[in-house]
């Protein structure tokens, strides 16, 4: 069965720097790939998702992620977080044929104003 | 349109009670998925209901169990509710496996 490592459990930033939060997972065949957010107070939200195509996924808010089959990675990143952006992001996968998403344990991120 | 709904928003239960959560999809949607989520942890599926049918089961015990009613909503029922099944449950809607549109979930807490 898959399951999904997320390497930070909690980051800090400042407004302005970059981010790249890890996602490994362990499936060896064919794979949907997503990261949602959940801000302070709110549903899950899907931030992008992978099905097939280019590895190079962008999703809402600037977020982008790039799939490499090689290292089983879907890191999220983005260039410039802000303020608003402080929330709790979880890397998510499952085969195309099961329903059953394994979520990661969740990176929260804080941006300091 | 209104997104997934469900109620209620918190719950406190005894232990070896039972319980009932409720889910309605986003407008739409026909396929309902559950999940608990332990503090500090990632969403877990429970189950997926589709056609009114259990399509898909997580690794959780016979106590928990469900139902999905003609116009998709669905419930999620525990029995012999035990302390480690404090946790928020979410319900999820797709359109069959598309997307899945989360709500902001049940707080169940045992004591």
């Known amino acids: 069965a898959q399951s999904v490592s997320q390497h930070n459990h909690h980051v800090i930033l400042s407004e302005a720097a970059s981010l790249e939060l890890g996602c490994n997972y362990s499936?060896?065949?064919?794979?949907?790939l997503f990261w949602y957010v959940q801000y302070p107070g709110q549903h899950l939200q899907l931030l992008l998702k992978?099905?097939?195509?280019?590895?190079l996924v962008k999703g809402i808010k600037g977020f982008e992620a790039e799939f490499i089959k090689s290292k089983f990675s879907f890191n999220l990143r983005k260039p410039s977080v802000q303020w608003s952006d402080t929330a709790e992001y979880f890397c998510?996968?499952?085969?195309?044929?099961?329903?059953?998403?394994?979520f990661g344990a969740g990176t929260r991120l804080t941006v300091k104003p | 349109d209104a997104g997934v709904t469900q109620s209620p928003t918190h719950l406190i239960k005894t232990r070896g009670q039972q319980v009932t959560l409720r889910c309605s999809p986003k407008?739409?949607?026909?396929?309902v998925s559950w999940y608990q989520q332990a503090l500090g942890q990632g969403p877990q599926f429970i189950f997926q209901?589709?056609?009114?049918?259990?399509?898909q089961r997580g690794n959780f015990p016979d106590r928990f169990s469900g139902h999905q009613f003609p116009n998709y909503s669905s419930e999620l029922n525990v029995n012999a509710l035990l302390l480690g099944d404090s946790a928020l449950y979410l319900c999820?809607?797709?359109?069959?496996?598309?997307?899945?549109?989360f709500g902001p979930g049940t707080r169940l807490t045992v004591t």
């Open positions: 999820a809607s797709s359109l069959r496996q598309n997307e899945q549109y």
């Open positions: 998510a996968v499952n085969a195309p044929w099961d329903n059953d998403m394994r």
């Open positions: 992978y099905f097939s195509g280019d590895p």
């Open positions: 407008s739409g949607h026909d396929t």
């Open positions: 209901y589709y056609e009114e049918e259990e399509r």
């Open positions: 499936y060896g065949g064919t794979v949907n």
